[in-house]
T-cell receptor, first 113, second 114 residues
Framework: AQSVTQLDSQVPVFEEAPVELRCNYS??????LFWYVQYPNQGLQLLLK??????LVKGINGFEAEFNKSQTSFHLRKPSVHISDTAEYFC???????????FGAGTRLFVKA | DGGITQSPKYLFRKEGQNVTLSCEQN?????MYWYRQDPGQGLRLIYY???????QKGDIAEGYSVSREKKESFPLTVTSAQKNPTAFYLC?????????????FGPGTRLTVL
């Protein structure tokens, strides 16, 4: 992967509303794709990953993401968010057989009551 | 429980001092990484190591040094040559036996220069 772009730096949303966090990547080879979540002053935790096969992948905490090869996108969605989903979310990519993971700049999700 | 530990959680440094950040993992992972995180910039790779006694520079290695004398340990030294070291530092590891190299992260060390 050469780059990962997260299209929104901040996303405010009301509790129980749906949310989509957008991610595009560029690569000349096949990639594996990941979404990580980071709560304040903590490390990153893996939410979900796309390796191959079904383009819709489900992760923890009710999140899912869809891989779209033609649009080189891997958007993260949740149908109904909770206050506890407030965190920073990172999209990441690594070339198949590669070693260095490329991270996007992050999207800060803020869930309001 | 297996995992990655980083210490200290908070670190304060005076200008001109070298400081060392600890990273230890008991996951039996082959590869270890150091990232720097600044607001709005995501994670930037400082150094990484695939095997003991070997490591490579990442994208922002200037002013930093590392060692990998044991598989479990990958300490990072922030030297006085690093012009702006105040940041959140994250250590990660992965097994090279995995085809997709999913990374596992430690809780981070926040370094502040006084």
């Amino acid at each position: 992967a050469q780059s990962v772009t997260q299209l929104d730096s901040q996303v405010p949303v009301f509790e129980e509303a749906p949310v989509e966090l957008r991610c595009n990547y560029s690569s000349s080879v096949s990639v594996y794709l990941f979404w990580y979540v980071q709560y304040p002053n903590q490390g990153l935790q893996l939410l979900l990953k796309y390796l191959s096969g079904s383009t819709l992948v489900k992760g923890i905490n009710g999140f899912e993401a869809e891989f779209n090869k033609s649009q080189t996108s891997f958007h993260l969605r949740k149908p109904s968010v909770h206050i506890s989903d407030t965190a920073e979310y990172f999209c990441a990519a690594i070339n198949t057989g590669g070693f260095k993971t490329i991270f996007g700049a992050g999207t800060r999700l803020f869930v309001k009551a | 429980d297996g995992g990655i530990t980083q210490s200290p959680k908070y670190l304060f440094r005076k200008e001109g001092q070298n400081v060392t950040l600890s990273c230890e993992q008991n996951l039996n992972h082959d590869a270890m990484y150091w990232y720097r995180q600044d607001p709005g910039q995501g994670l930037r790779l400082i150094y990484y190591s695939q095997i003991v006694n070997d490591f490579q520079k990442g994208d922002i290695a200037e002013g930093y040094s590392v060692s990998r004398e044991k598989k479990e340990s990958f300490p990072l030294t922030v030297t006085s040559a690093q012009k702006n070291p105040t940041a959140f530092y994250l250590c990660a590891s992965t097994t090279l036996a995995s085809q997709y190299n999913e990374q596992f992260f430690g809780p981070g060390t926040r370094l502040t220069v006084l």
